[in-house]
């Protein structure tokens, strides 16, 4: 959102795990999303390496980088995308050609931090846009069914609470009451 805000006609195509690929999809600002075939601490460096050269087609002008691994910034350098952008993270210099400094105590928030990178590395703290994904209705009655909700219209609350990477990210069960 903060880069079409920034950049009205921009296109943004995501490269993203496969099991965020529903989310993506619903989010009207992105044009495609591309399935990151590489798990996480995967290496692979001979698949990032064609990943990369098979994205050269795209003609990308810049990359943004979350991740702060060096190996996240290897598709994008063989992608021949002419600005790549980031926060420094594992030595990146080269990888980067556009490499940030984060200052933690200035951007407290992760959400802050990634919004940062579609503006000016100078400017102020990013404002923060309201999320929004565009729902179908058709997938909604599928969720329902699923999970045998009934056809009210009362409000549903979701929560995930797994995490990929371990009990390190997992909101403790005591703080759910």
């Avoid at 619903?26 to 050269?53: Q, S, T, W, Y």
């Avoid at 600005?83 to 959400?111: F, M, P, Q, S």
């Avoid at 931090?113 to 579609?118: E, G, I, K, P």
Wanted: charged letters at 25%.
């Amino acid at each position: 959102m903060a880069l079409k805000q920034r950049h009205v006609h921009c296109t943004i195509d995501v490269l993203a795990p496969e099991w965020s690929l529903a989310l993506i999809e619903c989010m009207p600002e992105v044009r495609k999303a591309i399935v990151m075939p590489f798990g996480h601490g995967k290496f692979d460096f001979k698949g990032r390496k064609a990943l990369g050269k098979k994205l050269r087609s795209e003609c990308y002008d810049q990359a943004i980088v979350l991740p702060n691994s060096w190996k996240s910034a290897l598709i994008p350098y063989f992608a021949n995308i002419p600005k790549r952008t980031g926060y420094i993270g594992e030595a990146r210099w080269g990888l980067l050609n556009d490499a940030r400094k984060l200052d933690k105590k200035r951007l407290t928030k992760t959400v802050q931090r990634f919004v940062a990178l579609a503006n000016n590395p100078d400017d102020q703290i990013p404002a923060i846009p309201q999320p929004r994904l565009l729902i179908n209705p058709a997938s909604v009655d599928t969720a329902k069914s699923t999970f045998d909700l009934g056809e009210s219209d009362s409000k549903v609350l979701g929560l995930c609470p797994g995490a990929e990477y371990g009990p390190a990210k997992r909101w403790p069960e005591q703080h759910y009451a």
